[in-house]
Structure formats: C-alpha cells, structure tokens
C-alpha cells in the first residue's frame, strides 16, 4: 500500500457526508488522518508541539467561529476548509482568515483536491526545512562569536538570518492576524534573537558549552551549561537554576555568547529537567509580566519597611501577599528579597508593587 498523501487533523464535527469522503480518503490512502472533536483543545497540544500541522475542517454552524480559534492559535497551521459548497460570505472569510484551500464539493478520487493534498504537503516540508536551517545558521552565529569571529562577518550573517526569519513569519498561511506588522516582527537578529531562542537552538542542535548571558544593566550577568542540548547548570548573580533562567529572560537588551566544549570534557551531577520548550514559554511569559511592571519596580538597593500601623487584627492578606511581607520584614533590600526568596523574581516584584500601593510597606531612604 502507496504512502498517504499527506498526514492532516480532522477537526470539529463532520455531517454524514464529510465522515464518509473522510473515511473514503483514509481506506484509499489519500490521508493519514487523526481526529478531535475539540478545537480548543488541539490548539492548546498544538502551542506545545509548535510543529506545522495540516487541518481539516467542514463547513458548518460552527466552523467560522473554530477559524478564528486557529487563527488565534500561535502554532503553525495550514488549514484546509471543505463542504459541499461555500456563499460569498463564507469565501471572504476564507480569504481574510487565509485558509490555505477552499475544498468545495470534493469527491474521493477528484484529482485536482489530491493535487491540493500534495501543495499542502510540499508547503508543509519547506517551512521545515527553513526552520531548521535557520536553526543550524543561529548555531553558527553563536559558536562564530565565541571564537571572536569579524564582526562586521558576524553582522552581515545576522541580517541575512534575520532577513530569511521574515521569510518565514510573513509566510501568509502561518500568520495570525493579530501578528501582522508587530514590532517583534521586523527586528533584526541580534535583538529579536531573545534567550528563548538561543536556548531552543542550542538544545535542537544539542550543543555543549556553556552559554554566558549578559544583559543591558550593570550586574546582570549569568550563564546556562548545556551537554548535549540539556541544561544543567544555571547561575544569575547569587541564584542558581530555573530562578536564574527566568531571570536572565527578563533582562532587557541581552547579549550571548556560547564556548562550546567537548561532551567528554564536562561532569556535571546537576540536570535541568524540564525540556527546553517549556523552561521558554514560561520564562517568556514572565518577561512578558516583567515588561508590564517594568516602570513600576523599585531598584534593587532600594529598603523597604513594613508599614505596621495600617495593619490590625481585621486586616487580610492573601497567601502570596503574606509570603511577601514576611520576605520584606526578613530582608528588607530588594536585592535580598529577590535573591533569597524561593518564588520567581516577577511574582515577588509584583506583590512589592501591590502592597506599596496598598499602603502596607514603604521605602526606607
């Protein structure tokens, strides 16, 4: 039996008539299907895999609105939108939610919907290829400055990374709307290559050595090891591991620099053990947090006191608020608070934020 054409999703609820072409597609070879009911939920499995998908979809009740929810979804999606046939109304919102391919009326053995099967498939294969070949690039963008490579060879590689990159996200069919023309969207290599991304290269390409991050501030120095692609030291001022991950992430203005070593040079008793992808979406979710507050969080030498009079038997503090006051009556300096507290930095700097706004801690000149 031939290969499928092509793997896809099937999503949503399918009338008798889409279950039997889905069927008839399957038995025929056509496609190697899988199936949720549930769009929500494969969009969320979807951001976790971030891989590029092929979607199926029918026309129906519910689909515009399940359009909208992948659109939404930030994984890659090429969605294919089939149904015995399509209003005006319907092909425009085809078109603005760029649907890769209105399948209207299609039959098991129609020629020209496999042709479409086959473009879906050989888009799906270039992105791919791309991507991991930009990975391969950033990698050799990292082991090139290590080694003091020309800089101004160092810049021309960035732009043209970065160039290739735009490629990439402006690639119609795997952009959402809401992203089109952000500013994260044109910015060149050296600035819109965050640690999230270092960190996610150097794991694809399981490099070892060790990552040194500094950011845009005096002090803010830190450095990740990595054997094989797997982090297993961490260390940002005097904090170590994750805390020190999710601290460099929320540095602004960062810049790297990777020594690589050789596998067999590093011992190290110390592992990271959650995978890369999820250390990245939740340290980029509190940089995202960090930024918010940015305008609002007090240095780092600043003392801070508890206000005792405006606190009395009555008064009622959550569990994170209570945390933070203790940390605040224990150590007093930002600086301390943050390094000797066992919560993130963000939700420590937010709690300082909201109870001196409360009124319940004060600065101490």
């Given amino acids: 039996m031939h290969s499928a054409l092509c793997e896809a999703y099937a ?66 999606l090429l969605i294919l939108w089939m149904g015995k046939q399509f209003n005006k109304e319907e092909v425009r919102m085809g078109l603005t939610t760029r649907v ?126 990595f054997i094989q692609g797997k982090m297993t030291v961490a260390e940002a001022g005097a904090v170590s591991q994750l805390k020190a991950v999710y601290r460099m992430f929320c540095w602004e203005n960062s810049r790297f620099l990777f020594n690589r070593k050789n596998p067999e040079d590093c011992r190290s008793q110390k592992m990271i053990a959650m995978e890369i992808e999820e250390i990245v979406r939740e340290g980029q979710q509190q940089q995202e947090r960090t930024q918010k507050i940015k305008k609002e969080i007090p240095p780092a030498h600043i003392k801070l006191d508890l206000v005792a009079a405006k606190m009395t038997v009555s008064t009622a503090f959550t569990p994170a608020d209570f945390y933070t006051l203790i940390q605040v009556a224990q150590f007093h300096h930002v600086s301390d608070i943050l390094d000797y507290s066992e919560k993130w930095d963000v939700e420590i700097l937010e709690g300082l934020i909201h109870l001196r706004k409360a009124g319940y801690i004060r600065l101490v000149a």
Avoid at 26 to 51: D, I, M, P, R, T
Avoid at 106 to 114: E, F, H, M
């Fill in 100 to 225: 890769y391919a209105l399948l209207e009326n299609p039959t098991a053995g129609d020629k020209r919907t496999q042709d479409i099967f086959i473009q879906a498939k050989q888009t799906l294969d270039r992105y791919l290829q791309l991507h991991h070949l930009l990975h391969s690039m950033k990698g050799l963008v990292l082991q090139s400055e290590s080694k003091n490579t020309d800089a101004d060879l160092i810049r021309e590689l960035k732009v043209g990374i970065s160039k290739l990159e735009r490629m990439t996200h402006n690639n119609p069919w795997w952009r959402s709307e809401q992203n089109e023309g952000t500013p994260e969207s044109s910015l060149p290599v050296a600035q819109f290559q965050g640690l999230g991304d270092v960190l996610l290269t150097l794991g694809e390409l399981e490099r070892t050595g060790t990552l040194w991050v500094r950011g845009g501030r005096p002090g803010e120095e830190g450095k990740i090891d």
């Fill in 11 to 76: 999503l949503g609820d399918f009338s008798p008539w889409g279950r039997l072409l889905l069927n008839e597609w399957q038995s025929e070879g056509v496609l190697q299907l899988s199936f949720e009911s549930n769009v929500g939920s494969f969009c969320k499995s979807a951001e976790n895999k971030k891989e590029p998908l092929i979607v199926l979809l029918e026309n129906g009740p519910t689909s515009q609105p399940q359009l909208m929810q992948l659109r939404a979804c930030s994984a890659p």
